[in-house]
């Protein structure tokens, strides 16, 4: 087909959720045969297909750059019967049920996008969600087909030692010419997007789980034969995510085999195909040497999650791809528990809600906002977005804290019951949930339907008299592109009040549901003037606002007994000193150094936490809270407030520096905290020019006997101008030229420097022969690092705009959703003052411009224009 528009001429189609229709024609089982070979692999598919429903429409058969080479029906060639609709093949059929044969011949070793069956590092594999099948071979993409998969795979056995597919292997063996083959059947019927596929020279750390009804699972999981000693940490998640699920939710695994593959080229974290499960490496290989206790938690994290997905995504899945959040959000939401449940709760919360703060906010504050369950979208996925994962998720926790932990398992009990191999949908979702409590969730769907982030106005005002208190509240849902106007929605606030005087606790912890526009709670019997302490945990994913004193957050910050709260209370102490500062250029520092000395000093508390809520708002976020954002405004009050904050407390950092020096390097909780505190402390010495600071920063790099150390001292040192930074660079870099995942933190390092000269060093730093737009880690670590720095990034002469958008143009060639994930931050220009909107507004303008877009990038640009 000879398409002579660019996608600027002819805007893509844009497909909505009111439009969906059940598929014409099922498939319950499909035979896939793959001759496996990197410059050309043939597929063979045999699929059962049968008419769904009383209709004469053809079977319409996806496909993205696939030529049939043979078309069978009912095994008989049918050259007269089929035609090319532009890419899909088109069939008329004219009985109720058929046999159809294709094969088609695909080239991995080309395909950049890294989305169908690619070439990653030696190794075949595939990525298939949300679109990929239809890149391997003509299929109903969609995940409302469900079907049984037999996958015979064929490959030279020198080369592809392994092979595996979904499910359970049930054949195979040596073929004439060094090639061999294996057989796989799932026998979950499963959508498209689930299926998947490896072959490659691999080796195994392998374990095994015995499920609570006493079937034994074989565990695998295959890395290049050298990093077999970095996937511990990995087997363990694993094993503690399988009992984790049965414990929590009931949910058992249900084949003979588990397997993980880690790749080195991967546009996302991980995928949860059937029984093979693929992931990035970054959410596999972790050992003390090259990756810090983030990663761990990463790991752990993203484990967990995948497996998760085997019932919320895989035993239950989606309808369509608006109700993406289904699987997401509910599984995030399951992750986060199980990491709570794993390590400190407080300090996953506090992570959890700086992630949504940082990503989902802004984005539910700009022109790609979106509800957790999107009306339309041109290319869906550019919808694997923050508000789908991470607000999805806090709808879940809001079902979760507003029916109560029993009767919301009751209601997950239902929904796996009740959709067990179905593709279902939200609302499914919320009947289950609203049938198994009894609980009326009318009101509550509007969070579904409704993008942007509540404002909540919170007031407590005192009668001593009548010993009464009466808080206020009032909401308002801010207006989204094409929802001008918006209902309330209920929102669940764990709200508790404690006594100015004697510091006690006036009124325990309840959830408050501020169901409609406003609305009064009286307390009474209260004797002393009440502090609020509200939205305890972050019950609900809102802006809170309140008219609360520095004297009142301080006090929180060391006296409230939920500790999100706490922490909540010195970031707003923080947030607000730093607002004020950027308006008038000063600003009354003492009450911040104050609290964050009680924290700092206090022996009770945990020091993960501490060194949590000791760190400053990022710039980023002060930002968020301004009309128009000022960076370099905003760095030169935050370095001034902690440049204060670590001259006045230099002996105590010094203490807590000392405090955090380990003998030998563990992995537990405790040692965790210690480490977070010494690097946060060493930064703060650092921000106050302490003589030594560099001496100490460069031993600590040194001498560290395992990541985390040794990147959090490098972070400190290449924010300053040191002698030492330079040799601290050079010396990591050739410690770990050869290890990929610690070059990309040599570059991220880099790129999210404090220093005047860090847009030359990014610009520079692309220029490197290790950097590539190729590998979607190295692409993030340089450019979306550099992104988020916000003073870097937002430079008055417009050159980070430039260089982004040149990023954005190249990349797109070669991989157009990841390309499209670099588009939002120009898309924040309207928060910024006329000369930086404009240059923003104009590099959005050239990408649009620029002939052959894809269709991901000219959603997300053309949206973010406005
Ligand atoms: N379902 C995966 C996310 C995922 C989405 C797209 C991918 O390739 C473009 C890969 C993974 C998850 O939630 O983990
Ligand atoms: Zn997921």
């Known amino acids: ?73 009912d095994g008989a060639a049918a050259a007269d019967t089929w035609r090319m609709d532009g890419p899909a093949l088109v069939i008329d059929l004219p009985g109720a049920a058929h046999v159809i044969e294709t094969e088609v011949e695909i080239a991995p070793a080309g395909n950049t996008q890294l989305m169908g069956l690619y070439a990653s590092g030696g190794l075949l594999c595939t990525q298939c969600e949300p679109e990929g099948v239809r890149r391997i071979t003509f299929f109903p993409d969609r995940p409302d087909v469900l079907s049984r998969y037999t996958v015979r795979l064929e490959a030279g056995e020198a080369t592809y030692p392994l092979l595996l597919s979904n499910g359970d292997r049930t054949d195979g063996g040596g073929l004439e010419d060094g090639r061999h ?252 949930m609203e049938d198994a409590s009894g609980a009326d969730l009318a009101a509550f769907r509007l969070w579904y339907a409704q993008a942007g982030t509540p404002r909540v106005r919170a007031a407590i005002s005192h009668e001593p008299a009548s010993g009464q208190a009466r808080l206020t509240l009032g909401q308002s849902v801010p207006a989204t592109p094409g929802q001008p106007v918006k209902q309330s929605m209920p929102l669940p606030l764990r709200v508790a009040l ?117 760190l400053l708002p990022s710039e980023a976020f002060v930002g968020d809270q301004m009309l128009v954002v000022d960076p370099p405004a905003i760095h030169a009050a935050r370095e001034a407030l902690r440049a204060r904050i670590g001259t006045r407390l230099e002996e105590a950092w010094r203490a807590a520096y000392a405090r955090g020096q380990a003998d030998r390097y563990e992995y537990s909780p405790q040692a965790k905290g210690l480490r977070r505190l010494r690097t946060v402390a060493l930064g703060y010495l650092a921000a106050a020019g302490v003589a030594d600071a560099a001496a100490l920063a460069f031993a600590q790099f040194d001498e560290a006997d395992n990541m985390t150390d040794r990147q959090g001292a490098l972070g400190v040192l290449a924010n300053g101008r040191s002698a030492e930074r330079e040799d601290a660079l050079d010396m990591f870099y050739e410690r770990y030229r050869g290890n990929g995942l610690v070059l990309d933190k040599w570059f991220t390092t880099q790129a999210v420097s404090t220093r005047d000269d860090c847009l030359d060093a990014v610009e520079r730093l692309a220029r490197h022969p290790d950097f590539t737009l190729a590998n979607p880690n190295r692409l993030r670590a340089l450019v979306g690092a550099f992104a988020s720095n916000q003073r870097a990034f937002h430079d008055a002469s417009g050159r980070g705009y430039r260089f982004l958008a040149d990023m954005v143009i190249a990349v797109d060639r070669l991989n157009p959703s990841t390309a499209a994930k670099l588009i939002p931050p120009l898309g924040r220009w309207r928060r910024f003052d006329g000369a930086r909107a404009g240059l923003m507004k104009a590099e959005l303008r050239r990408v649009l411009e620029v002939p052959g877009l894809s269709k991901d990038v000219f959603e997300q640009a053309s949206k973010s224009l406005g």
């Open 1 to 73: 087909m000879l398409d002579i528009h660019t996608a600027a001429a002819t805007p893509p189609p844009v497909i909505r959720r009111e439009d969906y229709r059940a598929p014409d024609w099922l498939v319950p089982e499909v035979s896939l045969d793959f001759r496996l070979d990197p410059a050309a692999t043939r597929v063979l598919a045999r699929l059962e297909v049968t008419r769904n429903g009383d209709h004469a429409r053809p079977l319409r058969l996806d496909g993205d750059g696939l030529v049939p080479l043979v078309v069978r029906i």
């Open 181 to 432: 083959w294996a057989e796989w059947r799932d026998p979950f019927p499963k959508p498209t997007y689930l299926f998947a596929l490896v072959a490659g020279d691999l080796a195994a750390n392998r374990d095994s789980f015995v499920t609570r009804s006493g079937r034994e699972v074989d565990l695998a999981i295959w890395v290049k034969a050298a990093d077999v000693g970095k996937t511990e940490h990995a087997m363990a998640a694993l094993k503690a995510s399988m009992a984790w699920d049965e414990q929590t939710y009931g949910r058992e695994y249900d084949l003979g085999e588990f397997n993980i593959v880690a790749v080195a080229d991967f546009n996302f974290g991980a995928m949860e195909n059937k029984g093979l499960n693929i992931f990035n490496s970054r959410y596999i290989l972790a050992d003390p040497d090259t990756a810090t206790d983030g990663d761990y938690d990463g790991v752990a994290g993203v484990v967990a999650h995948e497996y998760f997905h085997n019932w919320s995504g895989n035993r239950v899945t989606c309808r369509d791809w608006f109700q993406l959040s289904l699987k997401e959000g509910f599984t995030v939401f399951r992750d986060q528990q199980f990491s709570a449940d794993q390590g400190s709760a407080a300090v996953g919360r506090i992570e959890n809600v700086r992630a949504l703060r940082a990503s989902q906010f802004p984005e539910d504050a700009g022109p790609l906002a979106h509800p957790i369950r999107p009306e339309a979208y041109m290319e869906i996925s550019n919808f694997y977005t923050a508000t789908i994962y991470n607000k999805g998720a806090e709808v879940i926790r809001m079902l979760h804290t507003l029916l109560g932990a029993q009767a919301f398992r009751q209601g997950s009990d239902l929904y796996f019951e009740r959709h067990d191999g179905q593709a279902a949908t939200c609302e499914q979702f919320v009947q289950a």
């Open 498 to 614: 404690f006594g100015e005087l004697t510091g006690r606790v006036l009124a325990p912890e309840q959830v408050v549901v501020l169901d409609g526009p406003t609305k009064e709670v009286l307390f009474e019997g209260i004797g002393e003037r009440p502090i609020l302490s509200i939205n305890r945990d972050f019950s609900a994913p809102v802006v809170v606002e309140t008219d609360r004193s520095a004297a009142d957050l301080a006090f929180l910050s060391a006296n409230d007994d939920d500790p999100f709260a706490r922490y909540e209370a010195m970031q707003q102490l923080m947030v607000d000193t730093l607002v004020v500062a950027v308006a008038t250029g000063t600003a009354d520092h003492a009450p911040v150094v104050e609290a964050v000395e009680r924290t700092l000093t206090d022996p009770a508390l945990d020091p993960a936490f501490v060194a949590e809520a000791v």
